[in-house]
């Protein structure tokens, strides 16, 4: 992105959600939406209500891409019922990874946290995965265990197979380990705002959406860093709550992953050498 966004800041009269003002804040919570429905501000008020009692300071940012059919909607939304949430608003759809971003160039706190819309944050999430990243001697994604609705682990990480395909991980972690994978969904991410850009951030190439978390934890493998699952952490993902349609097929990304990406063919697709379970 060549010019830094400038952010409104959500002034409800009558919020459902209230962000308390920070101005250095610890961790900057990015958060892209896309014509989200209401679930947006479930996800903000759980966010809310799970970090105002830490020890982190926390912002909200909102990227709200516009949407073909519901237009502005969650910009909409955010003005309605929110109060204290740092909102962008593109002129275009910039994507996820574009909205990441955006996100990211307005962000004030050393640690980054990138949140799907559709994440139901729960108590004690946070903190896990903040000290996870700052402790590490390299760079470090660090990712909840997502669970379903009704509690079962939906993923503990993803294993990449040699044609680019990925497999959620369903095992519960043991608790207290932080294990390794060779990448987590990008449905809820946090690492050091230093190592974001270190790294280069999210690829453009993958616009609108898919493999480009793959990518960036790819390039963090690289760099002699990590992706890990924190099993100490856990959030809910409720998928296909956060667009108001279903997701499109990520078979173009997915090819494009693996032109940029030869190694992943030494990945054996039976097993995935990267998922080590280590004390944390």
């Known amino acids: 992105m060549s010019s830094v966004p400038v952010p409104t800041v959500t002034a409800s009269p009558a919020p459902t959600v209230t962000v308390p003002p920070v101005t250095a804040p ?6 892209v939406a896309y014509g989200t429905g ?4 479930d996800s903000l008020e759980s966010l809310v209500a799970t970090t105002t009692s830490s020890d982190l300071s ?3 940012i909102v990227v709200s891409n516009p949407h073909p059919t519901a237009g502005r909607r969650s910009a909409t939304e955010l003005r309605l019922f929110t109060a204290g ?6 002129d275009r759809n910039v994507g996820f990874g574009g909205g990441c971003e955006l996100g ?6 050393d640690v980054l946290a990138f949140v799907n819309p559709d994440v139901i944050a729960r108590p004690g999430w946070l903190e896990p995965l903040v000290a996870v990243v700052r402790t590490a001697a390299a760079p470090t994604i660090a990712a909840p265990v997502l669970l379903e609705p009704d509690g079962r682990v939906q993923e503990a990480g993803q294993a990449v197979a040699s044609d680019g395909t990925t497999h959620a991980l369903t095992e519960r972690p043991t608790s207290g380990s932080v294990v390794d994978v060779d990448y987590a969904s990008a449905a809820c991410w946090v690492m050091r705002r230093a190592d974001h850009e270190t790294l280069g951030g999210f690829d453009a190439s993958y616009h609108p959406a898919y493999f480009e978390d793959v990518d960036l934890a790819w390039r963090c493998h690289r760099a002699d860093g990590r992706c890990v699952v924190v099993a100490a952490s856990s959030v809910v993902h409720d998928r296909g709550r956060g667009t108001p349609e279903q997701a499109a097929p990520a078979d173009a990304q997915r090819d494009l992953f693996v032109r940029r990406w030869p190694e992943v063919t030494w990945l054996d697709p039976q097993a995935n050498s ?7």
């Open 26 to 31: 610890d961790v900057s919570v990015v958060v």
């Open 104 to 109: 990211a160039l307005v962000a004030r706190g």
């Open 58 to 60: 926390v912002e909200l």
């Open 85 to 90: 949430v740092r909102l962008v608003e593109p």
């Open 274 to 280: 990267r998922s080590t379970s280590l004390r944390a």
């Open 38 to 41: 209401p679930i947006l501000i």
